[in-house]
């Protein structure tokens, strides 16, 4: 559980940074859009602290794949939780959603989380069975 914790943080370390550019990014293309008003000091720091804590935590979930003793299914559903809460208490606190909107927000990340996850293991299945192609013609030979 130790090598966990580190990981965790290391690679939420290495990502926080993600996090801060991204919001930086939406809000110069609402206010390109016309769409962004101007904001305060206040509002500032706390987007800025939100998207890293997100990045941070997004990535540093991802080390839960990484303990061998968790079934690969019950790691994608703590990783799901996760960045479901991650996301969720954020936004809320950020009122970058609203609670009658959490449905909609639900739905949206079920449904990426799931296409995430659909490429991530055609990606993987493909990678293997290219491997296995090898191995047997190596074996052949």
Not at 30 to 43: E, F, K, S
Not at 111 to 125: D, E, K
Request: aromatic letters at 12%; hydrophobic letters at 60%; a positive charge.
């Amino acid at each position: 559980m130790k090598k966990f914790w580190k990981d965790f943080f290391m690679r939420g370390s290495s990502a926080a940074w993600c996090g801060p550019v991204s919001v930086c990014i939406v809000w110069v293309c609402l206010d390109a859009a016309g769409v962004l008003g101007p904001m305060d000091i206040a509002t500032v720091t706390k987007g800025v602290i939100s998207g890293t804590v997100i990045a941070f935590i997004a990535a540093g979930i991802t080390a839960i794949h990484q303990l061998e003793q968790l079934p690969r299914g019950i790691a994608i559903l703590i990783h799901a939780a996760v960045l479901y809460l991650d996301y969720l208490i954020i936004y809320l606190l950020n009122n970058w959603l609203s609670v009658s909107r959490i449905w909609i927000f639900t739905l949206c990340f079920a449904a990426g989380f799931a296409l995430i996850w659909v490429i991530i293991f055609a990606v993987n299945r493909k990678a293997v069975n290219r491997m296995n192609a090898k191995i047997v013609a190596a074996e052949n030979d």
